[in-house]
């Protein structure tokens, strides 16, 4: 189904299952511990095997020799796999460092071997005894230093230009009477997913399957087979639960590798996951960046100038974060520019994190715009209603689909009483100063291709079959909601299928467009098998109607189980887009706000309360959409508090490579949430006229706290996280 | 008088007798004198009940309780997250109190009684705290889901039995069942989907208390 004319009125308007409460249809099997994620597919006739995986102990540099002979000799090993045996190996589309295979090291616990055994506690202990013999080269880790050297990347096709402009911001800065100019940091971080990534691979000839953890089925496909130099149709792929991603398993990793050629070497299935302590540095993060923000505005509180350039490094051939994407579109100024330069650095490969450019991007500009709005002695709600553009500022032809900012910051502050809020330091409670804080939430509605199959069977079930991925997002419950809507059905009569690579190409899970592209490609496909329904009964298909469990055409009805017949009926389709995401900015909104406390003795910041406005089209479930909500904002939290990849920059590593270093939110940081979505639909997104909020939960969150840690305590901190340390020196007296 | 030699046994002597040498006194001398290609011992025998069964096994002495669940007995919903002691995924109830379950030796349980979610309730049959979760969506990727269950059915218990935590105010009169009592306790089970608001939820309403 071509997508390319915004959707008329469709059978999801009924609303009788889509945008219902609707609990996780996979619920029972998570909490019962029943669903299954990749290490844990067991056939009792296999004898499984174990690969512990080996990580380079240097940064940069050759590797010699590596010695395996006490390895080998190890009680239980059956075969020890080093990156020199496999040679160099082709690296797959979508990953910037090799995975496997060569003498170069190119970062820290970069995987160089993989010992087998027949218990995990063999191969663990076997790993321990290979010898590595490596020439270590100089390395650039320290971002600060490298800065002087970034360049201006080639623009990649289909991917923003690192640099745009309009009008002339310099001479509209210089003349501007109020302006601000400040640079903000935001640190390394880590994805921290609670399932480390792991796989089990089973070869049978020259055929190959693989259990593994990831996010985009067919992306994994293709680069697993390039990086084995096997054709992709012998590859069998299934990842039908996964413990979290968040742009962590968007990308093919080393366990799979390891798994596949273990597994060749032991000649038996192989299992490998990743431990802990090596996902840090073995897998992707989200780089850390420089960021330097200039506004100038009119005393009228109107932005006449603005600027984001930001800096960040990867490894050769690696990309940017584009931490500048959101100041293209968020708010008006006719005079703008943005630039963002790549430095390189040798640490592990830099990638997309949950929102990767919006995240830390409006971590610094949200800072940004509240500290203009103080200058301007303006309300930051205000600044940001009256700075509302409908329209892109750099392209003003170019009309958002639909944009509702303004309403979501109005109902957020009348729900959250931002009328509370005082001068900053006035407020206190106890030992605690209190502040509020807002952040406006912008991430852009991406549309991927996306497939899925749906049959009819004589029981009147639906079965729906896609390679779509439900990393906790709720997927499974959205396409079966999606599923029962177009059919008339109740959703117990529709199960669904996800993540195996013999089921049709969907999006996949990642920048949130997966729930919105996902439950669209599902609504092609149902559109196709009512088709064959309608055809198969001799119905015309204009006004057949599907309602509890019966097709409809004038006083003609059949029960579906009945139309199906004994065979059964299909329908396949792929939706695919045309240019509304060009003719239109489609974009998803929202605004954070939050209270702090910060004890004026020790520093120490404690989130009282959270609410978050979305405005992201139709909320195909309230529950789930609730849920990604909040934990995205939790994320949030972490970000503004205490998560960073502490770096090693003389040997080149990040020092807290584990749960024990890399503080992520724990329960007791984390209060009470509120989450409103605005009800809307966006009929230029798809025939759900939905979004995504996956992302935009997290967008701003960081800023608004790090704004309540102003209101409460007059210090600005303008460099993640927000350590006491960075507050200490600048809190009151106590008597 | 010892020698100090035989106090000087390597970490990997102690693994390998720790089962042996359990409350036995003077048993160093003799893993010391132990070497590599003699007979040692590196497996034992155990017997525990889990989720109510009596599961027989003979062991690598190195395996943890975790990895026995999962690995040995394909009780796979103990997750394992870290295997540090660092996530909670893997908390399994042991003689009804809480643990993270790779942070012990298999060969530490003999005759003890296990209980993993799987024995707390299964697809069709949950336990109220499974239901309180499904109903407040505690949860989204699912993988530290088992840990919070296990941890918060041990949480309430442990507020039953009055045992103080780090927010507790008067220890004097009862441990009340707060929402801050909650997090505190559970701040060992770390949820990355950070479905912790809607944890706090599922944990209050089967404790029959108001946030
Ligand atoms: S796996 Fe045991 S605490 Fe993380
Ligand atoms: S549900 Fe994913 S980590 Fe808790």
């Known amino acids: ?735 | 008088m010892q020698s100090l030699i035989q106090l000087e046994i390597s970490r990997r002597d102690l693994l390998i007798s720790s089962a042996a040498t359990v409350a036995v006194s003077g048993v160093a001398a003799e893993a010391a004198a132990q070497s590599p290609g003699n007979a040692m011992t590196y497996t034992t025998k155990i017997s525990f009940t889990i989720n109510g069964e009596i599961r027989d096994l003979d062991v690598d002495n190195r395996v943890t309780l975790l990895d026995v669940l999962r690995e040995h007995l394909h009780l796979t919903g103990t997750k394992k997250g870290c295997d540090h002691g660092q996530c909670g995924a893997c908390t399994v109830l042991v003689a009804g109190r809480r643990i993270n379950s790779c942070l012990t030796l298999a060969v530490m349980h003999e005759g003890e009684q296990i209980t993993t979610i799987e024995g707390l309730g299964e697809p069709g049959n949950l336990h109220p705290m499974q239901a309180a979760f499904v109903k407040h969506d505690g949860f989204q990727c699912g993988y530290c889901t088992p840990g919070q269950i296990c941890s918060s059915v041990a949480v309430l218990e442990e507020i039953k039995a009055d045992i103080p935590s780090h927010v507790t105010g008067d220890l004097t009169t009862q441990v009340q069942l707060t929402p801050g009592e909650i997090r505190e306790r559970m701040s060992g089970n770390i949820c990355r989907c950070g479905a912790y608001s809607n944890i706090v939820d599922a944990i209050t309403e089967v404790a029959g208390t108001k946030t």
Not at chain 1, 14 to 27: A, T
Not at chain 1, 202 to 215: C, E, F, I, M, R
Not at chain 1, 264 to 282: E, F, H, I, T
């Open chain 1, 1 to 735: 189904m071509q997508f390319d004319t915004p959707a008329a009125t469709n059978p999801i308007d009924q609303l009788k299952v889509v945008g219902r409460p609707i609990h996780r249809i996979d619920g029972q099997l998570k909490t019962t511990g029943r669903a299954m994620y990749a290490y844990e597919w067991h056939d009792p006739n296999t004898p499984y095997a174990y690969g512990y995986p080996v990580g380079a102990a240097i940064a940069k540099g050759r590797i010699k020799s590596i010695d395996v002979s006490a390895a080998k000799k190890a009680p239980g090993v059956l075969a020890v796999v080093t990156t020199l045996d496999v040679g160099e190996l082709k690296k797959g589309q979508f990953n910037t460092a090799k995975l496997f295979g060569g003498d170069r090291v190119q970062h820290y616990h970069q995987a160089i071997a993989v010992v087998v055994a027949q218990t995990f506690e063999q191969a663990r202990a076997a790993a321990a005894l290979v010898r590595v013999d490596y020439v270590v080269e100089k390395g650039a880790f320290d971002l600060e230093k490298a800065k002087d050297s970034a360049i201006e990347p080639a623009a990649k096709p289909g991917e923003a230009p690192p640099d745009t402009a309009v009008g002339d911001f310099d001479a509209a800065f210089a003349s501007a009477p109020v302006t601000l100019d400040e640079t903000y940091t935001t640190p390394d971080q880590s994805h921290c997913m609670m399932e480390p990534h792991a796989s089990i691979a089973a070869w049978n000839g020259d055929k190959l399957t693989v259990w593994t953890s990831s996010q985009m089925i067919d992306w994994w496909r293709s680069d697993l087979a390039t990086t084995l130099g096997i054709d992709k149709e012998k590859l069998h792929l299934m990842s039908p639960f996964i413990g979290g991603g968040f742009g962590g398993k968007l990308f093919l990793r080393a366990d799979a590798v390891l798994a596949a050629f273990g597994a060749k070497a032991a000649g038996r299935p192989v299992k490998v996951a990743l431990p802990r302590p090596l996902m840090a540095n073995n897998t992707t993060h989200r780089p850390a960046t420089i960021q330097r923000i200039r506004i100038g505005a009119g005393r009228d509180g109107r932005i006449a100038a603005i600027a984001h350039e930001s800096w960040s490094g990867d490894l050769p051939g690696g990309g940017l974060e584009t931490a500048v994407n959101q100041t293209r579109l968020l708010y008006a100024g006719a005079h703008r520019m943005t630039a963002m330069r790549l430095a390189t650095l040798d640490l592990a490969e830099g990638n997309a994190m949950r929102a990767p450019g919006e995240a830390p991007g409006l971590m610094a500009l949200e800072i940004a715009i509240d500290e203009i709005a103080e200058k301007l002695d303006m309300d930051p709600v205000q600044f940001r209603i009256l700075n509302d553009t409908q329209v892109d500022p750099e392209n003003p032809k170019r009309p958002f689909s639909h944009r509702n900012l303004i309403g979501c910051l109005e109902v957020g502050a009348e729900r959250f009483g931002w009328s509370q809020r005082g001068r900053p330091g006035a407020r206190r409670d106890g030992n605690w100063l209190i502040g509020l804080g807002v952040a406006a939430a912008f991430r852009n509605n991406l549309l991927i291709p996306s497939g899925a199959r749906v049959r009819l069977d004589r029981e009147g079930i639906v079965t729906v079959e896609t390679d779509m991925t439900d990393i906790g997002t709720g997927s499974y419950t959205i396409i079966a909601q999606t599923a029962a809507e177009m059919l008339g059905l109740p959703i117990e009569k529709v199960a669904v299928h996800l993540g195996d690579s013999h089921f049709p190409v969907s999006a996949g899970s990642g920048g949130q467009f997966g729930g919105n592209c996902s439950t669209a490609g599902v609504y092609a496909a149902c559109v196709k098998l009512r088709e064959a329904i309608a055809q198969k009964l001799g119905f015309n298909s204009d006004d057949v109607v599907f309602e509890n469990g019966e097709v409809r055409s004038g006083n003609r009805s059949v029960r579906l189980a009945e139309a199906a017949g004994s065979d059964g009926l299909v329908g396949e389709d792929t939706i695919q887009w045309g240019d509304l995401s060009e003719t239109h900015q489609q974009s998803t909104f929202g605004a954070h706000f939050v209270e702090v406390g910060v004890d004026v003795a020790t520093g120490e910041s404690r989130i009282r309360r959270m609410l978050a406005v979305c405005a992201a089209g139709r909320i195909l479930n309230p529950i789930t959409a609730r849920s990604q909500v909040i934990g995205a904002m939790t994320m949030g939290v972490g970000g503004a508090l205490s998560e960073e990849l502490a770096v090693d920059t003389r040997s080149g590593f990040f020092v807290n490579h584990d749960l024990a270093g890399y503080e992520v939110p724990v329960h007791a940081d984390i209060p009470h949430q509120e989450v409103i979505f605005m009800d809307e639909t966006d009929p230029m997104s798809s025939p759900m006229k939905a979004k995504g909020v996956g992302e935009l939960g997290l967008c701003g969150v960081s800023a608004a706290i790090a704004n309540a840690i102003y209101n409460a305590t007059g210090i600005r901190v303008r460099h993640y996280p927000i350590t006491l340390d960075k507050l200490i020196g600048g809190l009151p007296d106590v008597a």
